[in-house]
């Protein structure tokens, strides 16, 4: 029998949402985080990149403030208004003290509750093989949300006026192939699909199917699998890490 998830914790105010690439959330968890600010949680979103090697027709100077806007509107359908950028290079983060810095610092800066980010494994359920940025950007979170609350690792952000900040209690790993909660996506699915139809350059490029149908198809899909575990009901899944 396929274990029943469990519905994820609820009782938080601020998360933080770090991934590598524009669309990430998108295609991951957008029916969750719509789901979570109408019931008035904070969510803001940090990228390591800003997506400008993922489109082969623009050359990155052109692509990245074009994905930059787009991820901007995209986060927006689902009550986002906080986004950031590290500027790493798309295609090539490393993991790494660096990116575990920057990451600690904006944990740091925002004080959350629940930190989320992508599935850090090299498969995808041993079907396909993820991508390094993915693999660097997830473990480096899941090592950040540590690290923010030591004081003695990256001692510099303390004198940057960065204070400790141990209060992240979980980090939620959405696509992963073995998640262990989920979160009812039937009043956030709607505006998951317009997040990702907002991110039109990047699905023109990557499909002739017309965005919007391609958007509902997918994501309709992956929830209605979720749902099989989670009592029938459309779901975004995660593997949950308690700290």
């Excluded at 997506?51 to 509107?73: F, K, N, S, V």
């Excluded at 003290?97 to 959350?112: E, F, G, N, S, T």
């Excluded at 997830?138 to 923010?148: I, Y």
């Excluded at 919007?212 to 899944?237: I, K, N």
Aim: net charge negative; with cysteine.
């Amino acid at each position: 029998m396929t274990t029943p998830l469990r519905p994820l914790p609820e009782d938080w105010h601020k998360a933080l949402a770090v991934v590598a690439h524009p669309d990430d959330l998108e295609y991951g968890c957008s029916a969750a985080v719509a789901a979570w600010t109408d019931a008035g949680k904070e969510v803001a979103y940090l990228l390591a990149t800003r997506g400008e090697a993922g489109i082969d027709t623009l050359p990155p100077e052109r692509c990245a403030p074009l994905r930059e806007q787009e991820q901007r509107a995209s986060a927006a359908v689902v009550g986002v208004t906080s986004v950031e950028f590290l500027d790493h290079r798309d295609g090539v983060v490393e993991y790494g003290p660096p990116l575990r810095r920057d990451i600690a610092a904006a944990i740091r800066r925002h004080r959350p509750d629940l930190v989320i980010t992508l599935n850090h494994r090299d498969t995808w359920g041993d079907v396909a093989w993820n991508t390094p940025d993915h693999v660097a950007v997830g473990r480096a979170t899941l090592d950040a949300a540590a690290d923010a609350g030591n004081r003695w690792i990256f001692p510099e952000l303390t004198e940057q006026g960065l204070e400790p900040w141990n209060g992240v209690r979980w980090v939620a790993v959405a696509g992963s192939v073995t998640p262990t909660h989920a979160v009812d996506a039937t009043t956030g699915l709607d505006r998951a699909v317009a997040s990702l139809v907002a991110h039109r350059t990047y699905i023109e490029a990557l499909t002739d199917e017309d965005p919007e149908q391609y958007a509902r198809t997918f994501l309709t899909d992956v929830a209605g699998t979720v749902g099989e575990r989670f009592g029938g009901r459309p779901a975004v899944a995660f593997e949950l890490f308690t700290r």
